[in-house]
C-alpha cells in the first residue's frame, strides 16, 4: 500500500517535473507565472495588489492568527508572514530574531524550543484583550489559510537549508496550496535552495537596494519579482520598467501613508506591503474606482 507520505512526495514530484519541463521549453513560462501570481502586471498609476505584512496588524498583534484571521476576513488578495525555525526544528511564525519585542519572553528564536515558544503571551503587548495569544505554527496558519482564498507571501528569515525548506514544502504540498504561495528572502543561498527544493513554488528575491541590473539577480535566481523599497526605486527610476520588459514584478516594503502609497503607484509598482491593508484598500477604491 502507498502511504499518504509517499504520495504526497510523488504529487510533489510530479508538479515539479511539469515546471520544469514547461520552463525549459517555453521561455516565455516565467512571465506568465508571475502573471497568473500577481495578476496583470501594472502601468503607472495602477491599483497594486495589496499585502498585509504578518496579517492584519492594525487590527490584531502580529504574525498572531487573529491577524491572520483579520487578513483572511478581508477584501485583501495577499498576506505576508515572517517563519523561523526553532531550536528543536519546528517552523513558526515571527519575524525578529528574538521574542523580546512581540512576547513576554526574551531570547532568540533559534535558541527556543517549540514548547517554550507556545508558553509565551504573544498579545497582550498588543491590547489586553489578546492576553493569552500564542505564537502561530506554521502549520496552524496553512490550516487557516487553507480555507481562505487569499495568496501568501511567505518570507524565509535567514538561511534555510534544503532540509528545512522541505519541512515547509511538504506542509504546503499536504494542503494543496502551492498554487497560492510565494515565497520570499533576503538570503540568496535560501533563494537557491528554494529553487533546488522546491522550483515549482514561485520566489521573490528581498532586496533594501537595488542591485545594478535587478532584471539579471532576478532571472540568475528564477524568481518572478523583487520586493525592495521606495526609496530603492527612487534611486533607480527606470528600474520598474526594465523588470516589467522582462516579465518581472517589483513590490514594495511597507507603505502605510498615501504619500508614499502615490509614489508607488506613479512607479507601477505590482503589490504593496502595508500595516494598514484596510485603510489602503479603501484608498485605493476612493482613488481608483471599480477596482
Avoid at 65 to 90: H, I, K, R, W, Y
Avoid at 120 to 136: C, H, I, K, Q
Avoid at 152 to 171: H, M, N, P, S
Avoid at 247 to 266: D, F, H, I, M
Amino acid at each position: 500500500m502507498v502511504t499518504h507520505p509517499v504520495r504526497r512526495a510523488l504529487a510533489s514530484a510530479v508538479v515539479t517535473l511539469a515546471l520544469v519541463a514547461v520552463l525549459l521549453l517555453v521561455p516565455d513560462a516565467v512571465r506568465v507565472y508571475a502573471t497568473n501570481m500577481m495578476g496583470s502586471l501594472r502601468a503607472p498609476g495602477e491599483p497594486a495588489f495589496i499585502a498585509g505584512h504578518r496579517g492584519d496588524r492594525a487590527a490584531a498583534p502580529e504574525n498572531t492568527m487573529p491577524a491572520f484571521e483579520a487578513a483572511f476576513a478581508s477584501n485583501l488578495e495577499f498576506v505576508e508572514t515572517d517563519v523561523q525555525l526553532s531550536a528543536d526544528g519546528f517552523a513558526v511564525l515571527m519575524h525578529d530574531d528574538t521574542v523580546d519585542r512581540t512576547t513576554d519572553g526574551s531570547g532568540a528564536v533559534s535558541d527556543l524550543t517549540l514548547d517554550q515558544l507556545l508558553a509565551l503571551d504573544a498579545g497582550s503587548w498588543f491590547a489586553p484583550e489578546f492576553a493569552g495569544t500564542r505564537v502561530p505554527q506554521f502549520d496552524e496558519f496553512l490550516d487557516a489559510f487553507t480555507g481562505s482564498r487569499k495568496k501568501a507571501l511567505i518570507e524565509l528569515k535567514g538561511f534555510w537549508d534544503a532540509d528545512g525548506i522541505r519541512q515547509i514544502v511538504d506542509d504546503v504540498y499536504a494542503r494543496g496550496v502551492q498554487n497560492r504561495i510565494v515565497f520570499a528572502s533576503f538570503n540568496l543561498t535560501t533563494v537557491a535552495n528554494l529553487s533546488d527544493v522546491a522550483p515549482a513554488i514561485p520566489r521573490v528575491i528581498i532586496k533594501r537596494d537595488l542591485p545594478a541590473d535587478p532584471v539579471g539577480l532576478a532571472q540568475y535566481y528564477g524568481a518572478i519579482a523583487i520586493l525592495t523599497t521606495p526609496n530603492a526605486l527612487e534611486s533607480d527610476e527606470d528600474a520598474v520598467a526594465r523588470m516589467h520588459a522582462a516579465g518581472l514584478g517589483v513590490l514594495v516594503y511597507t507603505l502605510n501613508s498615501e504619500k508614499r502609497w502615490n509614489e508607488a503607484l506613479a512607479y507601477g509598482v505590482d503589490g504593496i506591503i502595508t500595516d494598514t491593508p484596510s485603510t489602503l484598500d479603501g484608498w485605493i477604491a476612493k482613488t481608483a474606482p471599480g477596482t
